[in-house]
């Protein structure tokens, strides 16, 4: 029993010792170190709610979206801040802020005036009124409505409208969010608020989003703004606050996770006021595929030329022409550019290039022409050009009688009935003047998973939301087969057209199309986030692709685009008529793809122009915008 209680007594001395020497420790050997880790556990730390965002560059260095600072007060509440503080608040604030376009109710200006008035309109209370009101024979509101009754001329009189309006600013929301008081403060302003040191009151730079140039591509580059209600929860998984700023749409919102910054971070002092500890880290810069200059000159030329065609005959239903420009050896975007002609102005329409689709005419020769080369349709080699007739159905002929032909000059002068004839032999039948033709869906498959492979019908795996896949008609005939061989039937985006003839260009693969490809960091350091990528390989023999590259070849030097480009660029391309409907008339859309030089592939071009013209009984013109486009592109393509 005596050794049980020794133990316990040195159990004790050693406790002793250990506590005290832990008190030594901290009170004395490490003080400060305790100090500081007491004071941060404690500390109420807040964040400002937008940040520095990585600016967009294009693919040499030049900035083309940025930010600009504004000063913005902002108001937060302080865990057990006194009512009186916060009127007190308002009332400075109303003498050294103007703020315009605000409105305030009498219902506003009466709580406010009782809750700064409050002792005093109290005193003068009936007691039969708070009787009845304690009695419950008075309602609550009709009691306030009593109350506010009492309020006097002179106290109603000694606030201001914006007294009130900053008040209710200052309690509007959820308590523990940053109320915004006022946006874009003067110099004066700020200095005047600084000098005050009110509780909760802070003025903070918040970001907002400059583009350095007028360019359709404006429309891409995407917004900012608060977190939508669908995102909420996937934004605050991920760190953020409910007030947070973030990409909304097209790169902004892709690219969110490079592009935003890290808040500035306040600390609330023991005397209310803020701190700033932290103040925050930039974004990195996206870096995209664009070249600034060249989109520019691409951008004014196609504005000229729209305002051109809108001066001459036919162009009642033409509202604007599309253009992409990309590297076929990697599917990178140099270049995009579209705009809609509305009553004498020009938009951005360069949205409308991912999800406008179009019945694009005879440039898709070329993916048809290799759909027949593998499944050993070709018609021969010497057809005469003439017309196929089917049962109960009008003759369907080439745009001119094109004489005897081959494959290359099929593709060279676009017969649409050596396409004809290589459509029926694909469905295993011959033609016969007059005959029953209908083709199994098996057929229209045969076409269209072939065309998918070369960006026909398929996304282009652009990193911009919206793509549009364009649409695929759903009846089958023999009628409708042929003209899906000749661009009549489905419709394609001008990104898949490009996608197209740049797979063509480099006979090998298709890359997906893509806009932005690396960031560069606050070091400077540069690190592809986007890589380039094959999204298939182009299915064709050595010698039918050197067929089609030399129908092509053939359309620019002496067939359908003969005056497309200057020669010296050695061009290759396609160019398309389809009959379009709009506004219930029937029109005329032009497109043309190319690539160049030839031989070594730098350039993929796209240009459609919807309903460029329609018909009517006065006049069949059709301006010649593409080929007027085309010319000038390539001279500021190949501009040193």
């Not at 294009?58 to 509440?77: A, E, F, Q, S, W």
């Not at 027949?372 to 010497?382: E, F």
């Not at 007739?389 to 050596?418: R, V």
Request: aromatic content about 12%; glycine content about 6%; charged content about 25%.
């Amino acid at each position: 029993m005596k050794s049980k209680i020794y133990l316990i007594k040195i159990l004790i001395v050693v406790i002793n010792i250990v506590v005290v020497w832990r008190l030594y420790d901290i009170c004395i050997v490490n003080h400060e170190k305790y100090e500081y880790l007491s004071s941060i556990t404690n500390e109420k730390i807040i964040e400002s709610n937008t940040t520095l965002r990585g600016r967009i560059l294009d693919c040499k260095g030049n900035v083309l979206v940025d930010n600009k600072g504004i000063k913005v007060l902002y108001y937060t509440k302080i865990p057990e801040i006194k009512l009186s503080e916060e009127i007190k608040i308002a009332e400075s604030l109303a003498k050294v802020i103007d703020l315009n376009d605000f409105r305030v109710t009498d219902l506003q200006i009466n709580e406010y005036v009782y809750k700064k008035y409050k002792t005093d309109i109290d005193k003068r209370i009936n007691k039969e009124k708070l009787k009845k009101y304690n009695e419950r024979k008075l309602n609550e509101n009709d009691y306030l409505n009593y109350k506010y009754s009492l309020i006097t001329n002179e106290e109603k009189t000694s606030i201001s409208n914006l007294e009130v309006y900053i008040y209710n600013l200052m309690n509007s929301g959820y308590s523990y969010q940053d109320k915004v008081i006022k946006k874009n403060l003067t110099d004066e302003e700020f200095t005047m608020i600084n000098e005050m040191n009110l509780s909760g009151i802070r003025v903070d730079i918040d970001y907002v989003r400059i583009y350095k140039y007028d360019t359709s591509l404006n429309q891409i580059f995407g917004s900012i703004g608060p977190i939508t209600k669908e995102n909420k929860a996937k934004y605050l998984n991920n760190g953020y606050k409910l007030n947070s700023i973030v990409g909304v749409s097209f790169l902004e919102k892709t690219y969110e996770k490079y592009l935003k910054g890290s808040a500035r971070k306040y600390k609330i002092k023991s005397d209310n006021t803020l701190e700033v500890v932290d103040e925050g880290k930039k974004g990195n810069d996206l870096v995209l595929t664009i070249d600034i200059d060249k989109q520019i000159k691409i951008d004014n030329v196609l504005k000229e030329e729209i305002i051109n065609a809108k001066k001459s005959p036919n162009t009642k239903y033409y509202n604007g022409s599309n253009i992409v420009v990309s590297d076929p050896t990697n599917g990178h975007i140099i270049a995009m550019s579209s705009y809609e002609y509305n009553n004498g102005a020009l938009n951005y329409n360069t949205i409308g290039i991912l999800k406008n689709s179009y019945t694009v005419g005879s440039v898709v020769k070329a993916a048809s022409m290799s759909t027949l080369y593998k499944y050993n349709a070709i018609p021969g080699d010497r057809v005469r050009d003439a017309c196929v007739k089917l049962f109960s159905q009008n003759e369907k002929c080439s745009w001119k009688s094109l004489g005897i032909i081959n494959d290359i000059d099929a593709l060279a002068f676009s017969s649409n009935y050596y396409q004809f004839l290589g459509a029926i032999k694909l469905s295993g039948m011959e033609y016969k003047y007059n005959m029953k033709f209908n083709p199994a869906r098996d057929d229209f498959n045969k076409y269209r998973d072939y065309f998918k492979t070369l960006g026909l019908g398929s996304k282009t795996m652009i990193d911009i939301d919206g793509e549009d896949v364009g649409i695929l008609g759903s009846m089958i005939s023999g009628d409708l087969l042929l003209n899906l061989t000749i661009g009549q039937y489905d419709t394609y985006t001008t990104l898949m057209l490009n996608n197209y003839i740049a797979t063509i260009a480099n006979g090998k693969c298709r890359y997906k199309l893509k806009i932005a490809d690396s960031i560069v960091d606050e070091s400077s350091n540069k690190r592809v986030i986007n890589k380039d990528e094959i999204l298939n390989n182009y299915e064709i023999s050595d010698e039918n692709y050197t067929r089609i590259k030399a129908g092509l070849r053939k359309v620019v030097t002496n067939g359908t685009a003969a005056y497309y480009m200057d020669k010296k660029y050695n061009a290759s391309g396609k160019t398309g008529t389809s009959e379009t409907f709009y506004g219930g008339a029937n029109t005329y859309t032009k497109s043309f793809i190319a690539y160049f030089p030839s031989d070594d592939p730098k350039y993929a071009l796209t240009i459609i122009s919807p309903n460029i013209s329609y018909k009517n009984s006065t006049s069949n013109y059709k301006y010649p915008i593409n080929s007027k486009l085309s010319r000038k592109i390539a001279n500021i393509l190949f501009e040193n």
